[in-house]
């Protein structure tokens, strides 16, 4: 079955004015009443006999019966009605849109583990590659150890960590999974004999992945529990580029540097 509109469509491509359906269509349209006066105005539909042949005699002629007669005589049924939507009144809750569950985010930064006397330095690398001897960052970190009263050549504690591991996104790797990673890689060192009086934290991918905390927690000393003391410090680009923290960085040292000094070897 095919809707009203498209019927009258085709019926009018086939100069068809006029018609009635053997049965109730769906979807039609109501019956026009001039369109049914048209049709009972119109002779009759029965076609003419040949002239040859002679009615026979005792044959008697009934009169057909028109279409307008036999539609009258039809119940009339009207399509049943479409079931819609009850609208919403004021009395009905709103609807609450469903939010869709956000992924957490994958943070990106890449770390490097030094060793510089009594300290471990987790130290975020600004160009995710290592330093190279030139490197501005490099020579200022040279500098906050020699102000620190530490050999100002640090040692090299294996590959940088470079955050995500892997270019998936089959596996989690979002902040609660880096943290584990990197207190991991603490604890290994410690397992390994490795001994630090105080844990120097560069940066803050270092600050917020190795101990929860974020960049109110600069200049402060941090309790890592089995891990000991942390300071907090700055990242080495953000110094460089903001040199006014300088300052604030000595003084905090003034109150920090005996920790490490009183576990230097006489």
């Not at 200049?219 to 040199?243: F, H, K, N």
């Amino acid at each position: 079955m095919i809707e009203e509109s498209r019927r009258r469509a085709y019926l009018s491509a086939m100069q068809v004015d006029c018609w009635l359906p053997r049965l109730l269509l769906p979807f039609a349209a109501p019956s026009r009443p001039d369109c049914l006066a048209e049709v009972v105005a119109a002779p009759s539909l029965t076609p003419p006999r040949p002239a040859s042949a002679a009615p026979a005699p005792s044959a008697v002629p009934a009169e057909p019966a028109l279409p307008g007669e036999v539609l009258a005589r039809l119940p009339l049924r009207r399509p049943a009605p479409v079931a819609r939507a009850p609208l919403e009144t004021p009395d009905s809750p709103p609807e609450v849109p469903v939010e869709p569950v956000a992924r957490p985010v994958t943070p990106r930064f890449t770390l490097q583990l030094y060793r510089a006397g009594a300290c471990l330095l987790l130290v975020e690398l600004p160009t995710g590659e290592p330093f190279q001897r030139r490197d501005p960052s490099y020579l200022l970190l040279k500098d906050l150890l020699r102000a620190a009263g530490l050999p100002d050549s640090p040692q090299l504690l294996g590959e940088p960590l470079r955050w995500p591991l892997l270019n998936s996104r089959d596996f989690d790797q979002g902040p609660q999974a880096a943290r584990a990673v990197i207190e991991d890689l603490l604890y290994a060192q410690r397992e390994r004999g490795e001994q630090w009086a105080c844990l120097w934290l560069l940066g803050l991918p270092a600050l917020r992945y190795a101990a929860g905390a974020d960049s109110q927690d600069y200049l402060r000393e941090l309790d890592l529990a089995q891990l000991g003391r942390a300071w907090a410090l700055p990242g080495l680009e953000l110094l460089i580029d903001e040199p006014q923290r300088k300052a604030a960085l000595w003084q905090a040292m003034q109150g920090v540097q005996a920790r490490w000094r009183d576990d230097e070897p006489g």
